[in-house]
């Protein structure tokens, strides 16, 4: 069982000329194995800046990130092992992956520097990588990414991302840049392997809809606060914060507009 | 606003750093010029001249290096740059002078047109992207990739030796003085028209592919395809929303190419004999002229910087962007 | 409900644009079909979706039709007719270049995707806007066009004390309601909007979203609305045509396709989208299947 776990994590950026931005402000919360937390919020309203601090890209002004009790460790091997126990699914496959290696190398890469496998069994663990993320390994182990769909490429980013085997996934957007059609294909694949793998999942997106059905619980964060968090059904159906009431609201909801006899108009 | 008064603070830090370094670069020359010269010229050089020259080597071992600087600003500020020691002792402030109009008179101009007339080719071609002004590619890159000099030699060979349109060098006919008449002007147009034209036609390459390619990426920008959207005539979307915002790379570098007017175009001149910095500058270094060196460095890094001002002042006029990014 | 009477008035009966066998081709090698033999009528005042992913034609359909395509796209079939509000019928294929500009605007206006780039960063608003009175109004004095452009500005809710902004200057929803601005500007009969609010938050969008419909009960304009938001289009338009690989594979009025969707690809499209409010794991219609390698 892993944990992460925010304690009043603080972000603030200095801005010259107009004073100081407050990004994060003292959030707090925890990620375990087995569960999927969805973030929810607006441009601005802080989850990249979450996403960053948890890659590393940033530190937090004040408050603590902890890891099993520990906090992030800066360098060296203690790095890699929070490395390889937390890893990330991005938004834009295309630019995540580098367009001059295989689909094999991506894969490979990960589980012959964390040592996951024996060297002789790094090729069967590649094949079965693939094949877990639902794709033909055949078809794609040699190709290079611009050689597949946009599916196919967040699929391999999957991959990449378990390779390793971490306990804790952070997913920032992952089917936000995917055509429509192929969007739930992916988020189903994502949680079945939460499911297999007993995956903690941060699943950081602007869309109400599929936060609630992916995950167990919604965060929602309005400009560096975290307004509301709880049960995913209960926030969306039940929301208790006028900001989340808010979002509800103006996300396009179909089943809503059709359920009143007659309204066949467009919203007025 | 705000911008404006940090981008002079930068130039004017810049400007004091360049006339610094200017200081103490013969400072650091190995031997004595100044002894030498004034040891080979005994009697001819006033004790007022031997003292600026002093001062301006440092060679006056009874000023400390800081009374040595600021008296070296004080003979800047006042004009004085020292005496030439290759020109008989004249000031070499007038040395500068002489030259420097024919420089800037003749590559200034040759430079504008080569911008203006490059500049709207490459515009045309890049509007008209795949049509037969794409031909004007290969042809303007192929003459700026020839070497200058020969070039040079070969317009003298077939315009002036063979033809016998121009003269083949010099800035006005030997024997005339300068004056402003009509006939000495028609003399320096008639002179300057040959080596202009070879400057002109070596660097229109880059201004036409400059904005060739430029045009080609906005095009392709949605503001474009909105003014086409709206209805306007294709010469206004060329002019106001292509060529408008295409144009403003080239701007600085063309505002950076004014800077090289002065210090860059010693070939030229010394292809067709043209008395101008550079040439003046080559003859002094020959010379060991130091304080004619330096002064030419002096003049060609100040503008430069003038220069640098110039496409700073321009961009924020043009691109409001700019303006906002900085402040 | 008052808003069933106002539906009646704001879409009428005739029509207002008739597409017949449009087809567009991208000549190269191969070529590529990017719209196939679409035919579809626009009514006076309706707001008609158009629906489908990346690369299904949509947008290239609504370009060819303002024939504002770029070599080497070209139209190999097909018309587009605009039956205009003085009684004249207009062969938007027969018109000659001068023609096709007095055309554009006037009569059909356009919004893009306007967080983006579509409006010139270097050039402030207030002259963007005036562009287009200047071209289609010349008979307008500077004094009026300013009083124009005001005052279109105001309508959107952006303020007259904004024409003199630059772009960079304003928020993604501000840029957006000044290209609704600019679109508005000569009274079309039509507005093209190809995802004008994609990039933008969902209050954004709604607000977005409530003004063009505003402004349509006002003006009484017909709009196309182009995007892959189907949970979108299904509140706002009064009829969809789903778009798959260049051909429109099923148009019905939106109640239509939200409970009887025909094509399967239409319910697949359906089924992308989970319910926000609905039970958990039902998605808009169908269930979810996992694709393998899609």
């Not at chain 1, 294909?185 to 994502?190: D, F």
């Not at chain 2, 503001?223 to 086409?228: G, I, L, M, N």
């Not at chain 3, 290209?179 to 607000?207: C, G, N, S, Y």
């Amino acid at each position: 069982m892993t944990t992460l776990e925010f304690k009043d994590v603080t972000k603030r950026y200095r801005i010259r000329g107009t004073g100081d931005f407050l990004a994060l402000d003292k959030v707090n919360f925890t990620l375990t194995s087995g569960k999927t937390i969805a973030l929810v919020g607006q441009s601005g309203s802080g989850k990249s800046t979450i996403a960053k601090i948890l890659t590393q890209l940033e530190r937090a002004t004040s408050g603590e990130v902890l890891l099993d009790g520990k906090p992030i460790p800066r360098r060296g091997r203690a790095l890699r092992s929070y490395r390889q126990q937390v890893r990330m699914v991005f938004q834009d496959p295309f630019a995540s992956l580098n367009p001059y290696h295989t689909i094999r190398h991506h894969i490979e890469r990960p589980l012959r520097l964390d040592k996951v496998v024996p060297n002789e069994e790094v090729e069967n663990e590649v094949y079965r990588l693939l094949e877990r993320v639902r794709l033909e390994p055949n078809d794609v182990i040699d190709r290079r990414p611009h050689e597949l769909s946009g599916g196919q490429r967040q699929r391999v980013a999957i991959a990449r991302a378990l390779a390793s085997r971490p306990s804790l996934l952070i997913a920032d957007e992952p089917v936000s840049m995917l055509d429509v059609s192929i969007r739930l294909g992916v988020l189903n694949l994502l949680a079945d392997l939460q499911r297999e793998n007993n995956l903690g999942v941060l699943y950081i997106t602007h869309d109400l809809a599929t936060a609630r059905h992916f995950s167990d619980e919604i965060m929602v964060l309005n400009r560096g606060v975290v307004v509301e968090r709880g049960n995913a059904d209960d926030v969306i159906l039940n929301p208790q914060h006028a900001y989340t009431r808010e979002l509800r609201d103006a996300s396009p909801n179909p089943d809503k507009h059709f359920a009143a006899p007659g309204t066949t108009s467009p919203r007025s | 606003m705000r911008f404006f008064l940090r981008r002079t603070a930068f130039y004017l830090f810049t400007a004091w750093a360049a006339i610094t370094i200017n200081f103490f670069l013969p400072r650091f020359l190995k031997g004595d010029p100044v002894s030498a010269y004034i040891a080979k010229n005994q009697g001819l050089i006033s004790p007022d001249a031997a003292a600026a020259l002093r001062t301006l080597f440092g060679l006056d071992k009874n000023q400390s290096l800081l009374e040595q600087y600021i008296s070296y600003w004080k003979l800047l500020l006042s004009g004085d740059l020292g005496r030439s020691f290759s020109k008989g002792l004249a000031p070499v402030t007038d040395v500068i002078a002489s030259a420097l109009p024919w420089t800037i008179g003749l590559v200034g101009i040759a430079t504008i047109i080569s911008f203006v007339i490059g500049t709207t080719l490459g515009a045309y071609a890049g509007w008209r992207r795949g049509s037969k002004a794409d031909a004007l590619i290969p042809i303007t890159t192929f003459f700026s990739t020839v070497p200058y000099f020969w070039l040079g030699l070969i317009a003298i060979a077939f315009f002036a030796t063979t033809l016998g349109w121009f003269p083949a060098s010099h800035a006005y006919d030997k024997g005339a003085s300068p004056e402003l008449t009509w006939d000495f002007i028609g003399q320096v147009i008639n002179h300057g028209t040959l080596p202009a034209l070879t400057i002109v036609v070596s660097s229109l390459g880059g201004w036409v592919l400059g904005m060739r390619n430029m045009m080609v990426t906005v095009m392709d920008e949605d503001y474009v395809t909105v003014a086409q959207a709206k209805g306007l005539p294709p010469r206004k979307v060329l002019i106001n929303y292509a060529a408008r915002n295409a144009v403003l790379p080239q701007l600085s570098s063309f505002a950076l190419s004014l800077g090289f007017i002065v210090g860059g175009t010693l070939v030229m001149e010394l292809v067709f004999s043209y008395p101008g910095v550079g040439k003046l500058l080559l003859d002094a270094t020959n010379a060991k002229d130091y304080p004619l060196m330096q002064g030419l460095f002096l003049i060609i890094t100040l503008t430069i910087l003038v220069a640098n001002i110039l496409a700073d002042v321009a961009y924020a006029i043009l691109d409001p962007r700019t303006r906002q990014s900085e402040a | 409900m008052t808003l069933d009477k106002n539906q009646e008035r704001i879409v009428t009966s005739d029509n207002l644009l008739t597409v017949s066998n449009f087809s567009v081709m991208y000549d190269v090698d191969p070529p590529v079909e990017a719209v196939r033999d679409v035919s579809l009528t626009l009514k006076r005042g309706e707001i008609l979706g158009l629906a489908g992913e990346s690369g299904c034609g949509k947008t290239t359909l609504a370009y060819g039709i303002q024939r504002l395509l770029k070599p080497p796209a070209v139209i190999t079939q097909g018309s587009a007719i605009f039956h205009d509000k003085a009684g004249e019928d207009i062969d938007l294929n027969s018109l000659d270049e001068k023609q096709m500009r007095a055309f554009r605007w006037n009569k059909a206006s356009m919004v893009f995707q306007g967080a983006m780039n579509a409006l010139n960063p270097v050039v402030n608003i207030g002259k963007q806007l005036g562009d287009v009175f200047t071209t289609h109004r010349p008979e307008l004095s500077r004094a009026e066009r300013h009083e124009e452009s005001a005052r279109l500005l105001e309508i959107v809710g952006v303020g007259r004390d904004r024409l003199r902004a630059f772009p960079h200057e304003l928020s993604g929803g501000m840029r957006q309601r000044v290209m609704i601005a600019m679109a508005l500007a000569l009274k079309p009969q039509l507005m093209i909007m190809d995802e004008p609010t994609t990039a933008l938050d969902v209050l954004v969008q709604r607000e977005i979203l409530q003004q063009i419909s505003d402004l349509r009960k006002e003006f009484g304009f017909s709009v196309i609305f182009i995007t892959h938001d189907l949970p979108l289009l299904l509140e706002i338009s009064d009829r969809i045509a789903v778009m798959r690989a260049g051909k429109v594979v099923e148009i019905n009025t939106a109640e239509q396709i939200y409970h009887h969707a025909e094509h399967e690809y239409t319910r697949k499209l359906l089924a992308s989208f989970p319910s926000l409010t609905g039970e958990r794991g039902d998605f808009v219609r169908g269930t979810s299947s996992v694709e393998t390698g899609a």
